[in-house]
């Protein structure tokens, strides 16, 4: 009876962490799009979320250029929308470099100094 006890245990557990991770993801900010634009004040680049802000990581690399922001516990729509390169930024690219992490990078002309990001609601959807 020990065992069956033992078993029960152990599918319950991994039951209830299948269920919490996808609880996790179905609440995970999904990343939009990118729009890159040139202004009088610099190079804007404006990542596109569906929901609140979420974590974020931000690596600066050099020899090339790039300026990269990690996204934990995000998730990348199917036909996300990129604009096309302005500025210092010659490329914009996306991936997923680990299981519930969107990485964006920014191949740039040169050295940057990231500002702090600005967080802003999204629009509301015309109805």
Sequence with gaps: MRVKTDRLQKFLLGAALIAALGWNLAHAAEVRGVQVAQGPAGTRAEIVLDSAATDYRLISLASPERLVVDLPAATLRTNAGFSAPAGV?????????????VRIVFDLSQPVAALRPQLEPAPLPAG
């Excluded at 010659?90 to 470099?97: D, F, H, L, N």
Aim: glycine share 16%; no cysteine.
């Design 89 to 101: 930024v010659r490329a914009v690219r996306v991936g997923k470099p680990e299981f519930g992490v």
